[in-house]
Each structure stands twice: as C-alpha cells, then as structure tokens.
C-alpha cells in the first residue's frame, strides 16, 4: 500500500535513498547487517527507479551508508551495555533500529524527526513489524524548533547518561546551525553519554551522481563543521575519528576511490564516536 510522502521535505526524503542501499545490502549473501524493513518504506513511498537503480549514486555511497549502519550499531549497543539506557536517534528518518536490533530490555529509544517522516514510518511498521520489544518514543519536532523540550516531554531525563546517534545529518547543516545542534545536545547530556555521528563532503564525483538523481539533493550539502575533532572538543567531548576508508577495510570493504585518503581525494568520510567526561575526573 502506498502511503503519502507529499508532506516530507527534501531532507527527509533522502532516507529513502539510503533505504534503498540498506535494502540493497540486506538481500547481499554477505551483508553487514540485515534490515528486512527498508524495502518496506520503499514500497510504501512508491520510490521509483531513480532510487533502485541509481547506480552512480550507490557506487560512490553504498559502502558510506553500509559500514556507517554496521558501526553505529555496533557502537550503540556497546552504549548501552555498558550504562547509556536512554538511545536519542536524532533525525532518524527511515532508520528501523528500535525493531532491528537487540536491546537490553531496559532501553528506552527516543525518535527525533519531523512529524510527516515519523507518521509515515509508524504507519509502515505497525502493518510490517508491530510493536517494539523495547520503549520507543517517538518526538515529532523539527530540529529548527525547541527539540529539546520535545525530547523532555516524550520523557526523556538529561540526568541519565544517553546514547546520541547523528546520522546522516551533518552534511545538511552549515557550521552555525551545526554548533547549535551540539550545543543543545551538550547541555542535556549527563556525563557518560555517547555521541555518534558521519559527516561527509561532497566532490565532483558525489556530486554528478546526487544531480542524476535530483539537483535538489546535491543542494542539500552545507559545510557542516570542517574538523570534527576541534569541534567535538570546543564542547568538552572526547573524540574518536576515523576515516570511512579505515573503518571499511576491519570489514573487508573498499570505499570509492574519492573517499581514499591521499591527494586524489575528492573529500572526507568520518565516522566520529565521542564521549561526555565526568567533569570531575
């Protein structure tokens, strides 16, 4: 059954193309994870060839979207055994980790998007997955609003240490709009949180696929923040950074030749983890 996308910004429309590499690699004999329910927000959407078929698309981004999926849930789980019960998927767009994964029973999973993409996934995993094993709340919020105080009322507790994932996002911010983003995350986060985020730049390779698809879409790319190490510890993070190159061979992948650190390289591939000290440590 189709469901109606017409309230969805362009934004939020490129978790479907991502859903479409995520379906990609589920049906793969040797995927990194498996996501039975990408296909679903696909067939729902009415997505068309454009997104099944966008071979240029998915040569320079299948392995970003691929090793950044198995990472992040590597990386979240590892969270939340290890204290952080409370996973804030911010911008979450087609992202079916409350279903997909395993959880400590105990985990709560917050769901930050606007409300078009939430209604549009809620309806699709009622009819294909049913309900969470664990507490899912989702908070419709545009991140230009007070997301935070969403995130309050859907009951989440700054005095808990928590599990933030920013995927897929960052690319789409200009530095200033970037710096706010962190800094409201930094203040609602207890020490002992988890901070986890790609960022990404656009080359002349990226750049011609995104524009067969829709030159819409290659419009998308801001700046983001241009290091995200300083970044990360002008808000009192410590951080990990890691080329996508680097990450992609531990799973015997290679990244597009664009993303090969070195000086053919059209941009960088992070993938980031970072942790919120105890101040008196």
Request: hydrophobic fraction near 45%.
């Amino acid at each position: 059954m189709h469901r109606d996308v017409s309230g969805i910004d362009a934004i939020g429309r490129t978790a479907f193309a991502v859903a479409a590499l995520r379906a990609a690699e589920h049906r793969s004999p040797d995927g990194l994870f498996t996501d039975p329910y990408a296909a679903h927000f696909l067939r729902a959407a009415g997505m068309g060839p454009q997104w099944e078929a966008g071979a240029d698309f998915a040569a320079v981004m299948r392995t970003q979207a691929v090793v950044r999926t198995r990472f992040f849930d590597e990386g979240l789980l590892a969270a939340a055994d290890q204290g952080c019960r409370q996973v804030v998927l911010v911008a979450s767009g087609m992202d079916s980790r409350p279903w997909r994964l395993t959880w400590p029973a105990d985990t709560e999973v917050f769901e930050i998007d606007q409300d078009p993409v939430l209604r549009f996934k809620n309806a699709v995993m009622d009819e294909h997955a049913g309900p969470t094993v664990v507490a899912r709340h989702p908070v419709a919020v545009d991140l230009r609003e007070d997301w935070a105080a969403a995130l309050h009322a859907r009951g989440f507790d700054e005095n808990s240490p928590t599990a933030w994932l920013v995927e897929g996002l960052l690319y789409s911010l200009d530095a200033p709009a970037a710096d706010r983003l962190l800094s409201t995350l930094t203040r609602i986060s207890a020490p002992g949180s988890t901070l986890a985020f790609d960022h990404f730049e656009i080359g002349p390779t990226l750049r011609a696929a995104t524009d067969r698809i829709d030159p819409g879409l290659t419009g998308l790319w801001q700046s983001g923040p241009a290091d995200p190490a300083a970044w990360l510890k002008s808000h009192d993070w410590l951080a990990d950074v890691h080329e996508l190159a680097h990450i992609a061979a531990e799973f015997d992948r290679t990244v597009h030749p664009a993303y090969v650190p070195g000086p053919a390289a059209e941009g960088h591939s992070w993938l980031v983890t970072a942790v919120r000290p105890n101040p008196a440590a």
